[in-house]
């Protein structure tokens, strides 16, 4: 079974990181079998593609650098030396605002067992807010890795709008078209994170 690796650039203020690894302590929590490592802004070598600041300075920068490329990032997480001989599925986070060519901005962005995601947009949400969308955008694009909605067997109950997403009130994997909508469904987000159909395409996905 992957390990999940977290790691998030310096730009996260002491609440965000907390957010953070108290998503992660919840995520161990319903899926103890997942072994989970925190390297946050940690080095886990030298030089290139050694902490989270180095993927997100290295990031192609987009609107006069004012946001960076998730795709970029994405890129430089699939062709790191790491993965070739300690395949793992990585979660980096950054405060930068995150964008896309064909985007505005995007929360969080997931390809394969690759994702990034911001905290940028939250800043200005409540306290109970900010963790809450912090942890539900962690938690979806996980869903995203474990092909949440994605697996063939789900015929009904899925819209099809950048990526595959849930249509089950109460689950994190409802898709998100902007910060009202993402409030919302992180309040609504029950216990389980995911639901029922979706939690059955989380088992049948990665060992
Ligand atoms: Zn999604
Ligand atoms: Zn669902």
């Not at 790491?82 to 060519?101: F, S, V, Y």
Request: one cysteine or more; glycine letters at 6%; hydrophobic letters at 40%.
């Amino acid at each position: 079974m992957l390990a999940i690796y977290v790691a998030y650039d310096s730009s996260l203020d002491a609440f965000e990181r907390g957010c953070v690894h108290e998503a992660m302590r919840k995520f161990v929590n319903e899926f103890p079998q997942r072994k989970v490592v925190m390297y946050g802004t940690r080095s886990w070598s030298t030089g290139k593609f050694s902490n989270a600041d180095w993927y997100i300075d290295n990031a192609k920068k987009l609107h006069n650098g004012l946001q960076v490329d998730a795709w970029s990032v994405i890129n430089l997480l699939i062709v790191e030396p790491w993965q070739k001989g300690n395949p793992h599925i990585d979660i980096m986070l950054t405060a930068r605002d995150l964008g896309r060519e064909d985007l505005n901005y995007c929360f969080g962005m997931t390809a394969g067992r690759y994702t990034v995601q911001s905290v940028f947009r939250y800043r200005h949400l409540s306290v109970d807010d900010r963790r809450r969308a912090i942890e539900a955008v962690i938690w979806h694009e996980l869903g995203h890795v474990f092909m949440c909605a994605g697996n063939p067997h789900r015929t009904h109950i899925v819209h099809d709008s950048y990526g595959k997403h849930c249509t089950n009130p109460g689950c994190v994997m409802q898709r998100v078209r902007d910060l009202p909508d993402l409030v919302r469904i992180a309040r609504g987000v029950r216990r389980e994170m995911y639901c029922p159909q979706c939690l059955a395409d989380i088992a049948r996905s990665y060992d």
